[in-house]
């Protein structure tokens, strides 16, 4: 059964780095896209990004000047930064995995809460 | 990326059956069969519903039901059940290797 792990600062403050890990076990990163997404609190879903396993990576236009999303395949891991973060980026942040034709978000990490405060 | 438009809320009562509307644009609802259904109960993870507009991964109860027209997917639950009750988001590919979501649904089961 695959597994995602979310970890990482559950404070970070305004204008800083936001930095989170997810780990993937329970299978192979091999062939499949790996994604950060987020929900500020009471709002909606939001997709970050992708990488795919071989490190090629897509984001979301509205956040792409500010993410960069890594992959350790020797770690089982994959990463995010957000930089330059605001109030606005307090969220719970999901990682997930996606098939090569983007089937969907099959398996989700718990999430994790990060607070953007001074 | 505009994010998808879906109803605020819906609610039916245990028993009945509710359908969930999903509109996007001809650059992604309407030009791929790549739109995903998502559940989320509070404080949990979403969890996978539908894929490819139709499709049950495996565990999940016939009673839902996706479908698509054009620029709009429908989620339908049958035999509304009160555990059904918790956010619902529809997500579609957008090209380019990025996908969109839906704003979200709060169903309410009566």
């Known amino acids: 059964q695959v597994q995602l792990q979310e970890s990482g600062p559950g404070l970070v403050k305004p204008s800083e780095t936001l930095s989170l890990t997810c780990t993937v076990s329970?299978?192979?990163?091999?062939?499949?896209?790996w994604s950060w997404i987020r929900q500020a609190p009471g709002k909606g879903l939001e997709w970050i990004g992708y990488?795919?396993?071989?490190?090629?990576?897509s984001y979301n236009a509205s956040l792409e000047s500010r993410v960069t999303i890594s992959v350790d395949t020797s770690k089982n891991q994959f990463s995010l930064k957000l930089s330059s973060v605001t109030a606005a980026d307090t969220a719970v942040y999901y990682c997930a995995r996606d098939t090569v034709n983007h089937r969907g978000f099959d398996y989700w990490g718990q999430g994790t809460l990060v607070t953007v405060f001074s | 990326q505009s994010a998808l438009t879906q109803p605020a809320s819906v609610s039916g009562s245990p028993g009945q059956s509710i359908t969930i509307s999903c509109t996007g644009a001809?650059?992604?609802?309407?030009?791929?069969?790549?739109v995903s259904w998502y559940q989320q109960h509070p404080g949990k993870a979403p969890k996978l519903m539908i894929y490819?507009?139709?499709k049950r991964p495996s565990g999940i109860s016939n009673r839902f039901s996706g479908s698509k027209s054009g620029n709009a997917a429908s989620l339908t639950i049958s035999g509304l059940q009160a555990e059904d009750e918790a956010d619902y988001y529809c997500?579609?590919?957008?090209?380019?290797?990025?996908?969109?979501f839906g704003g979200g649904t709060k169903l309410t089961v009566l």
């Open positions: 997500c579609s590919y957008a090209g380019r290797t990025t996908v969109v």
């Open positions: 990488i795919y396993y071989s490190g090629g990576t």
């Open positions: 490819e507009v139709t």
């Open positions: 329970g299978g192979s990163m091999s062939s499949y896209y």
């Open positions: 001809s650059s992604d609802v309407g030009n791929y069969n790549l």
